[in-house]
């Protein structure tokens, strides 16, 4: 295994870190670049998960070409990228991306295809999804009727405030508002479709978009990565029961054995809990694509 890349240093460029990403501001160009930090209950864990990085920026470039819808996708050389980045390949290659700047879209594109996390928390005090009525009598993890868009805002700190489908509407235009609306449901299920021929359950997952400046909505960020996504194995899977995800539950069910309150420095993750969220991350990587992680 190799050692975990907790944080790139790249001379020259304006950065932004985000809990995961890298973000070099190249002017009307970004090289982002995906680190292995590992955040759970919107903290940043001081270990890193090795290779995580490469794996989540490898199976977002798989979604890319799969989905075929416009995207922010440039380039994934480094060593064709600027000098200060091709220094730094052996490092940087396979975990960074060239991707046009876009002005994200400020609403993170949420849709749920089955009822888990919140969404099952809502839906048993009051029978709505994000206040979307549901019918009565659906099981926890439960397949939805039908895949449902329900938007969060995005907050610079802190949660992120689920909010109406209207609510939205009112905040942006109308015509932008459906536009997110039917496209991220559109990649939902075209993905999902092909997910499950894979024996991947994609129970939900968030998109982000972004506009270009002639207006058009492109995809950006990460795409359908268990970062993004609650991916649960087909095999397993059975209404009325949590399934295990592939992502980082072993490193939740872990946090929550100790004594850690949420609300201060969260501890060192031991090696066993890396080792198997590793593997977690490969296994989705793998069992998707169809290709071996190397
Ligand atoms: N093409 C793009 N144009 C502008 N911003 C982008 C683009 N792609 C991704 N981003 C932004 O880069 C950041 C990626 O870093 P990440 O670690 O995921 O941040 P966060 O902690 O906000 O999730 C996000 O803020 C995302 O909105
Ligand atoms: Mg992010």
């Known amino acids: 295994m190799t050692t975990p890349l907790l944080q790139s240093e790249i001379p020259g460029f304006p950065c932004r870190r985000g809990k995961v990403r890298d973000v070099y501001d190249l002017g009307d160009r970004l090289v982002i670049v995906a680190t292995d930090r590992i955040s759970a209950f919107d903290w940043v864990l001081p270990t890193g998960i090795p290779d995580k990085g490469r794996i989540l920026t490898q199976l977002s470039l798989f979604w890319f070409d799969f989905l075929k819808v416009p995207h922010h996708l440039l380039g994934t050389d480094v060593g064709a990228m600027a000098p200060p980045f091709a220094a730094q390949a052996k490092t940087l290659q396979g975990r960074s991306m060239l991707v046009k700047k876009a002005a994200v879209v400020p609403f993170e594109c949420v849709v749920r295809g089955y009822l888990a996390g919140s969404g099952w928390k809502e839906y048993r005090k009051q029978s709505t999804v994000c206040g979307i009525p549901l019918p ?20 610079e700190t802190g949660h992120d405030e689920n909010i109406s489908f209207e609510q939205m509407s009112a905040a942006t235009e109308p015509k932008l508002a459906n536009e997110l609306r039917d496209r991220s449901l559109d990649v939902y299920q075209r993905a999902s479709l092909y997910a499950e021929s894979r024996g991947i359950i994609l129970a939900d997952t968030k998109f982000e978009w972004g506009q270009l400046p002639d207006g058009s909505l492109i995809l950006i960020d990460e795409v359908l990565t268990p970062d993004s996504s609650r991916f649960w194995p087909k095999d397993s899977y059975q209404p009325g029961k949590n399934p295990p995800s592939f992502d980082k539950q072993f490193v939740r069910d872990w946090l929550e054995t100790t004594t850690w309150d949420k609300n201060s420095s969260p501890p060192a993750l031991p090696g066993d809990v890396v080792e198997k969220t590793r593997a977690k991350y490969v296994e989705a990587f793998e069992k998707l694509t169809g290709k071996k992680f190397i």
Not at 136 to 155: D, N, R, V, Y
């Open 136 to 155: 009565a009598g659906l099981q926890e993890c439960q397949q939805l009727p039908k895949a449902i868009f329900t938007p969060s805002t995005k907050a």
